[in-house]
């Protein structure tokens, strides 16, 4: 009914304690995939890679994140997000002081080479250098030209991605504290929905082994699932399925 598959623990029978990786351990899950920065696109809603790194704050489609290996990540948002990203713990910053749509002009409108420049901008400003792996979300076309130009470009960053058992399959395999209460929080909400749903089905009489509504005519499952939504939304959570 309401999914949390994505935010459960996945078991950890077949690693040993040491073996067991923390999110506070990607630094030495980076070196060992020889990756000096992660970068993240796109916004925290059904998004797992970026919903996990900035520990379940919402914010938008429009963001973008940075983390090289040995220092905490850096997030930018839209500046109408900064309170919501504030949520995440992390440093916030604002994408507009690389000036996009100055880039745009400049390069006559053409938005695959303004995207680049303007990556090229916020990487160097972060002193990212390097391999730098991609995770989030993207039109794959997208992705595969821009990824493509960029690394045509010899500008000290490669952009690289990875096919199975990425270093965030990986990493969440275990979970911090952090991260524990919130499963433990979207179990409750997720009871929540679940009995506020019984008790909406109950509320109807039957007739003919068939609810029917107060008009009479018969309660459809369209009708469950939008109260379900509705139920979903009251708890502040999401049904990504």
Not at 8 to 25: G, H, N, Q, T
Request: aromatic content about 8%; charged content about 25%; hydrophobic content about 40%.
């Amino acid at each position: 009914m309401v999914s949390t598959t994505s935010l459960l623990p996945l078991p950890l029978s077949r690693f040993s304690p040491k073996e067991r990786p923390l999110k506070a351990d990607l630094d030495r899950l980076m070196q060992e995939r020889n990756f000096d920065a992660l970068y993240v696109s796109g916004a925290s809603h059904n998004n797992p890679v970026m919903y996990y790194m900035v520990n379940g704050a919402q914010i938008g489609e429009n963001s973008m994140l940075v983390k090289k290996r040995g220092e905490e990540p850096t997030l930018f948002v839209n500046l109408m997000e900064r309170d919501m990203a504030a949520a995440s713990g992390l440093t916030v910053m604002d994408p507009l002081k690389y000036k996009y749509r100055e880039i745009l002009t400049e390069t006559g409108g053409d938005r695959l080479e303004a995207s680049i420049r303007f990556r090229e901008r916020l990487f160097a400003d972060l002193g990212v250098k390097g391999r730098v792996a991609l995770y989030g979300l993207q039109e794959q076309g997208i992705t595969f030209v821009f990824a493509n130009a960029f690394n045509a470009r010899q500008n000290g960053v490669e952009l690289v991605g990875e096919y199975v058992d990425n270093i965030f399959e990986t990493a969440w395999l275990s979970k911090d504290r952090q991260e524990v209460e919130r499963i433990r929080q979207v179990g409750l909400k997720t009871m929540n929905v679940v009995g506020n749903t019984a008790e909406f089905l109950k509320s109807h009489r039957a007739v003919g082994g068939v609810l029917v509504k107060d008009d009479g005519s018969a309660l459809l499952i369209g009708d469950v699932k939008a109260q379900i939504r509705n139920f979903v939304m009251d708890e502040g959570i999401e049904d990504p399925e």
